[in-house]
């Protein structure tokens, strides 16, 4: 069964940095494409990120030069590191497998939830 | 970036009404768009893919239809259980743009 846990989420001041995970099981991270999606409390759906199985990673604008992907195949887990947090980076933060021609979001985890305030 | 326009952002229906909700694509994207529905406090789950395609365990009153700008995604008989919000996603070039969703309430 494809599984995916984030963890990670906590309360960091502004100009802090976290370091989310996302624990993957049922299927290789490593040759996968894994997406992060982040919901703001009351708002909609804003994609953050994919990480291509070659390793390349594109990102939205407003995290690019902020957010950094990496990952430990060993553990079959995928790291969003984000550096130089705002208030306006508070929100449930998703995990999601990304598959097929479409490349659509087929298993997502539970989220974990960041919250960026002094 | 591609933008992505839905409508209406927010309805309501009785059970057993046919719901047909829109979403609009700021340039071409063929048929890479995708459709989820999330319930509060959960993670979404994917409902369409490749604007047509239902995904495996989606019950068949779901469908979508569209290509190029104009999609569409239509619940053929409304059931309590389809109370959420629905959101379309382009897939066709990043970043991978989502609508705003459309709220989806049971009269």
């Known amino acids: 069964e494809v599984q995916l846990v984030e963890s990670g989420g906590d309360l960091i001041q502004p100009g802090g940095s976290l370091r989310l995970s996302c624990a993957a099981s049922?299927?290789?991270?490593?040759?996968?494409?894994i997406s992060w999606v982040r919901q703001a409390p009351g708002k909609g759906l804003e994609w953050v990120s994919v990480?291509?199985?070659?390793?390349?990673?594109y990102y939205g604008d407003s995290v690019k030069g902020r957010f950094t992907i990496s990952s430990d195949n060993s553990k079959n887990t995928l790291f969003l590191q984000m550096n130089s947090l705002r208030a306006e980076d508070t929100a449930v933060y998703y995990c999601?497998?990304?598959?097929?021609?479409?490349?659509?979001?087929?298993?997502w985890g539970q989220g974990t939830l960041v919250t960026v305030s002094s | 970036d591609i933008q992505m326009t839905q409508s209406p952002s927010s309805l309501s229906a009785s059970v057993g009404d046919r719901v047909t909700i829109t979403c609009r694509a700021s340039q071409s994207i063929a048929s890479n768009l995708n459709w989820y529905q999330q319930k509060p406090g959960k993670a979404p789950k994917l409902l369409i893919y490749?604007?047509?395609s239902l995904q495996s365990g989606v019950p068949s009153r779901f469908s979508g239809s569209g290509s190029g700008t104009d999609f569409t995604l239509t619940i053929s008989s409304l059931q309590p259980e389809d109370s959420a919000t629905y959101y379309c996603q382009q897939s066709y070039s990043t970043p991978r743009t989502f609508g705003r969703g459309t709220q989806v309430e049971i009269k």
């Open positions: 490749a604007a047509s």
């Open positions: 990480t291509y199985s070659s390793g390349t990673t």
């Open positions: 999601a497998r990304e598959i097929g021609f479409s490349s659509h979001l087929d298993s």
């Open positions: 049922g299927f290789n991270v490593s040759s996968s494409y």
